[in-house]
């Protein structure tokens, strides 16, 4: 069975698609800078020589100084996200990653560097930028060079890379966690310069995407990429159609407006809409809870009376990885919406019962239960929310503010994540002033994952199989998203189209069949 078999039921695309699917494919190499990053820290500093030199006693941080340390990575992030545009805009897709890149060794550089506090937080900022860059791009540049029939399964290797970081930064933080030297510190800080020098070297031969081009006018640059791409010669017609497609679904939506920031918030052509759905799916996705387990999975094990609370933490991030597989193999199968309403589900099940087992008993059997439910929550993320978040965002914006809409979306993603890093602790703790919610705390993901259903239906429409342009004008044509299946796409070409009669070509809204 081919992947074309396993993926999409064996839809046949026109020229090879193996060009387009290496290259996104490799871009995805973000995800592991992404994960590995954001994963690194706490394991760093619970290393007892990381206390030895970093903290003022010798012992232990003090909460402001680990809530400051964990956390700047996202101020650092949320402005590199919402940043992004402004390289990819202009410098481009490709250079816009690989200056992201260069951003993000500098700060892993200074973290490696660091013998103090200082040196740590000032890298960590500047690294957080990259990283944040990065995490904007690379679904955007990913979703305009990927063929239709595979976009939502390139996209999840992004989210598949993502896993693959969290996982190496654990690995990695064990091995090391030990040496009482600074190489304790320096080996895991410093290896996040690898993953950014081979993002970066690899971007240098890569092509930039099509559509960057045609949205700044050099449309023979645009087919020089697409002709990269699709690996057949620029006179194909395969290659001319979807040229055209793109440069006239781009003209069209330059007729309808500007390409500034307020037009994402614009209620023309449902941008609106579109712009709140994926600000709302990123939110949604991190208020599934799934970085409470990431950053204080082993803390909250411990005190769970769970015996080996490293191993969980190793299995629930073994679970994401291998989970994420799934996710990719049906994206563009079944269908973004109906894995979203499944995932939803499943979360929202597995955590009401963590939540029911962990008030009602404490014993061997609840903790069990705990472990068990935890691992089935990670299952139903790591097959749907955690990769279909990713491929949504890109591809619901048009070509003239997707960079824009893109970094609005990445940005919240950050924004939820800080807000759910800083504010755990003191919902879950018994110290005094915080709520002491303790395994009840998934009563709260619980409810955010019912909110996840219904978010689904009423807001996703359902783009497998569509190319970019076709999803515009499903969004232009379909109102409700649950009656998204019945758009049946055609495109723009007809008023570009030399054979087309005159009475199709005086018209922006003509349109003749592509299916
Ligand atoms: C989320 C991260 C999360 C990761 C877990 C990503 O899609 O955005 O916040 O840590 O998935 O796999």
């Known amino acids: 069975m081919g992947l074309a078999n396993i993926i999409n039921r064996g839809e046949k695309p026109e020229g090879s698609a193996f060009m387009a699917a290496f290259v996104a494919v490799f871009v995805a190499f973000g995800g592991i ?22 903290t003022d006693d010798g012992l232990e941080f003090t909460s402001e100084q680990t809530s400051l340390i964990t956390s700047i990575l996202s101020a650092g992030t949320f402005t590199g996200a919402i940043s992004a545009p402004w390289a990819s805009d202009t410098l481009g897709r490709r250079l816009g990653l690989i200056l992201f890149c260069v951003v993000f060794s500098v700060g ?20 957080g930028l990259g990283v944040g860059g990065v995490s904007s791009i690379v679904p955007l540049y990913q979703s305009e060079v990927a063929p239709k029939w595979i976009r939502g399964a390139v996209v999840s290797i992004y989210q598949f890379a993502i896993t693959i970081g969290l996982l190496l930064a654990a690995i990695v933080n064990n091995a090391t966690k030990n040496k009482d030297n600074s190489a304790s510190y320096r080996i895991p800080l410093g290896l996040q310069l690898l993953w950014a020098v081979i993002l970066s070297g690899g971007l240098i031969l890569l092509p930039e995407t099509p559509r960057f081009w045609i949205k700044k006018g050099e449309y023979d640059k645009a087919a020089d990429s697409l002709r990269r791409l699709r690996r057949l010669p620029v006179e194909h017609e395969a290659v001319q159609k979807e040229l055209l497609e793109i440069q006239s679904s781009h003209d069209h939506e330059m007729q309808i407006g500007s390409a500034t920031w307020a037009a994402c918030f614009s209620p023309k052509g449902s941008q609106l809409k579109r712009m709140l759905t994926g600000i709302a799916i990123q939110a949604l996705q991190q208020l599934t809870g799934i970085n409470f387990i990431f950053y204080y999975g082993t803390e909250f094990f411990k005190k769970s009376n769970i015996s080996n609370p490293f191993l969980i933490q190793m299995i629930t991030n073994i679970v994401n990885v291998v989970m994420t597989i799934p996710g990719i193999m049906f994206v563009d199968r079944v269908g973004r919406r109906k894995l979203l309403l499944i995932g939803a589900i499943v979360m929202c099940s597995s955590e009401f019962i963590v939540a029911a087992v962990g008030t009602a008993i404490d014993n061997e059997t609840s903790s069990k239960v705990l472990i068990a439910f935890t691992c089935t929550f990670i299952a139903g993320f790591a097959a749907t929310w955690g990769p279909i978040a990713w491929v ?20 919240s993603n950050w924004l939820f994540n800080f807000a759910i890093a800083f504010a755990t602790p003191y919902l879950v703790d018994e110290a005094p002033g915080s ?66 009669s005159d009475d199709k070509k005086d018209g922006q809204h003509v349109y003749i069949e592509s299916v």
């Not at 994960?35 to 760093?44: E, F, K, L, M, P």
């Not at 949504?392 to 960079?403: D, H, S, T, W, Y």
């Open 33 to 54: 800078l992404f994960g590995y990053d954001t994963g690194t820290i706490s394991g760093v500093m619970a290393m007892p020589f990381v206390k030895k030199t970093f």
């Open 108 to 127: 892993a550089i200074l973290q490696t560097a660091a013998t103090g506090r200082t040196l740590l937080i000032v890298g960590r900022v500047v690294a």
């Open 392 to 411: 949504v965002i890109g591809e619901i914006f048009p070509l003239r503010i997707r960079a824009k809409g893109v970094a609005l979306c990445a940005a």
């Open 435 to 500: 709520a002491g919610l303790k395994t009840k705390v998934f009563f709260i993901w619980g409810g955010c994952n019912f909110l996840c259903i219904a978010f689904t239906y009423f807001f996703i429409y359902e783009t497998k199989g569509l190319t970019l342009e076709e999803v515009d004008q499903m969004y232009a044509e379909i109102k409700i998203a649950s009656r998204s299946h019945q758009f049946v796409p055609t495109t723009r070409v007809a008023a570009y189209d030399e054979h087309a």
